[in-house]
């Protein structure tokens, strides 16, 4: 795409200026002009944007948001919810400062609407790591149910969640790091014992199908490079690992002999240890929240 998020979004906001009653269609559109009404504190167009349930309610978050112009950011789209990363003027008022927040969407009758509440929650709660807590608990339902299908929206997500922790404290990270220090390990381990028992079986049949010995040998490979990154474990690496995985048990799905068929109920039952394990990540990181 020859234009960045930025650019989409001024041009949004001029096609607004000039239309004049033109309606926003995309989530970085709706997005734009929910922020623009915040700042005049238009209550109808705040109400009309987003999920808000009548004027009357809306409440500008308990903050005066008079003359903010947001920055956005990267913009996720699931399905039918949307994540829009915000940049909005640091609280100390330091200028040139800014603290990253998400707007939150969803589509509603085929409209994008932003999500008033979880917005407002993200903006509002006092603990740095609790919005990332909350995305966290979300990825991990999903991710756990991941593993053996396509992980294309999964990677999306965790590279989405990479960038959003990267905006919390300092203190909000090292609450986090041992928790991801253990995580990485174990994960790192596991995967190794995939990859040693996938060429164990490639070395004891070498007769078998040359295309499942070919899906296979892919397998090791990536499997070895995705497991290599956690030697320093961060988000980025554990996105590429959940994708490592997820294809891993998609090709060993697909096998089309039976000669793997015993080592198929190991593998199997390795991915759902590494579930397990994942399980646990997620659970530990929230205690530590």
């Keep these: 795409m020859s234009y960045s998020w930025f650019r989409v979004v001024a041009l949004a906001l001029a096609a607004v200026v000039v239309a004049g009653c033109s309606k926003p269609e995309t989530p970085q559109e709706v997005a734009a002009e929910f922020w623009q009404a915040l700042s005049e504190k238009d209550a109808d167009t705040v109400a009309d944007l987003s999920t808000l349930a009548a004027p009357s309610a809306f409440d500008g978050y308990a903050r005066d948001w008079s003359g903010t112009v947001p920055d956005f950011g990267r913009v996720v789209i699931d399905d039918r919810e949307a994540t829009i990363?915000?940049?909005?003027?640091?609280?100390?008022?330091?200028?040139?400062e800014r603290r990253e927040v998400n707007t939150y969407l969803v589509e509603q009758s085929g409209d994008w609407l932003v999500d008033y509440d979880r917005t407002g929650e993200a903006i509002m709660n006092p603990s740095p790591f609790a919005g990332l807590i909350g995305e966290m608990n979300r990825l991990g339902e999903r991710l756990t149910a991941s593993f053996g299908q396509s992980s294309d929206d999964l990677s999306r997500q965790m590279d989405a969640i990479a960038h959003e922790f990267e905006a919390y404290s300092d203190q909000a990270q090292r609450r986090a790091e041992q928790a991801m220090e253990e995580y990485g390990q174990a994960l790192q381990g596991l995967m190794e014992e995939l990859e040693e028992s996938i060429e164990e079986a490639l070395e004891d049949?070498?007769?078998?199908?040359?295309?499942?010995?070919?899906?296979?040998?892919?397998?090791?490979?990536?499997?070895?490079?995705s497991?290599?990154?956690?030697?320093?474990?961060?988000?980025?690496?554990?996105?590429?690992?959940?994708r490592a995985l997820a294809e891993a048990?998609?090709?060993?799905?697909?096998?089309?002999?039976?000669?793997?068929?015993?080592?198929?109920?190991?593998?199997?039952?390795?991915?759902?240890?590494?579930?397990e394990r994942?399980?646990?990540f997620f659970e530990e990181l929230h205690g530590r929240g």
């Design 227 to 242: 497991s290599d990154r956690l030697d320093e474990p961060d988000f980025d690496a554990f996105a590429d690992s959940s």
């Design 205 to 225: 049949n070498q007769r078998a199908p040359e295309r499942d010995r070919s899906v296979l040998q892919r397998t090791a490979a990536d499997l070895n490079r």
């Design 85 to 96: 990363v915000t940049r909005l003027p640091a609280e100390n008022g330091v200028p040139g």
């Design 278 to 280: 994942t399980r646990i």
């Design 249 to 275: 048990g998609a090709r060993i799905s697909r096998l089309s002999d039976d000669t793997f068929k015993s080592y198929k109920r190991t593998w199997d039952a390795k991915l759902d240890e590494i579930t």
